[in-house]
């Protein structure tokens, strides 16, 4: 299976995690209000699923207008400048959430999304580094985004339902 194999399912895989978050807030409220550490992770399920999606698909069509090396670098670029971002605003929404909707939330939960988060940027500042691996590290970064949507998505299930 080559890179952009690869990328294609890992992106079908995040977009059935949008999926089942799209079904989930249409049965789940009725009248479209969740507690903010509901929010927080409905959030997070959503940004990672779609970042996946994105820099998943986002090589094959780069290189379409570009070389190889340029492709990945270009990719790379894209995914820690969106990372960033994404990491940007889930981390707002954690400082703002109230103390006690935090205290909700157990320290699990963000220790190891957050960790999952460093460990793909660490792998997409390491594409930046070793051109001659940088799409085995590409696709190591974005398979690890999947790790972290499947997280997110066991704790939005496991925390509202059980």
């Known amino acids: 299976m080559d890179e952009f194999e690869q990328l294609g399912l890992i992106a079908e895989i995040a977009a059935a995690f949008l999926g089942f978050i799209a079904i989930f807030l249409a049965l789940s409220k009725a009248d479209g209000r969740f507690a903010e550490s509901d929010r927080h992770f409905i959030q997070a399920l959503v940004v990672t699923a779609t ?18 090396a340029m492709t990945w670098f270009s990719a790379t670029i894209l995914a820690i400048t969106l990372g960033s ?9 954690q ?13 699990v939960w963000h220790l190891v999304a957050w960790a999952l988060g460093i460990c793909a940027a660490i792998f997409f500042v390491l594409a930046l580094i070793d051109s001659d691996r940088a799409s085995a590290y590409f696709v190591g970064g974005v398979s690890l985004q999947v790790a972290l949507s499947l997280w997110v998505f ?3 299930v496991f925390r509202r339902f059980f």
Do not use: K, N, Y
């Open 154 to 156: 066991v704790g939005v």
């Open 51 to 68: 970042l996946t999606i994105v820099l998943a698909l986002s090589p094959r069509a780069i290189s379409l207008f570009a070389t190889d």
């Open 85 to 93: 971002l994404a990491m940007f605003l889930q981390a707002r929404q």
């Open 95 to 107: 400082f703002r959430m109230s103390r006690d909707e935090a205290m909700q939330i157990h320290w």
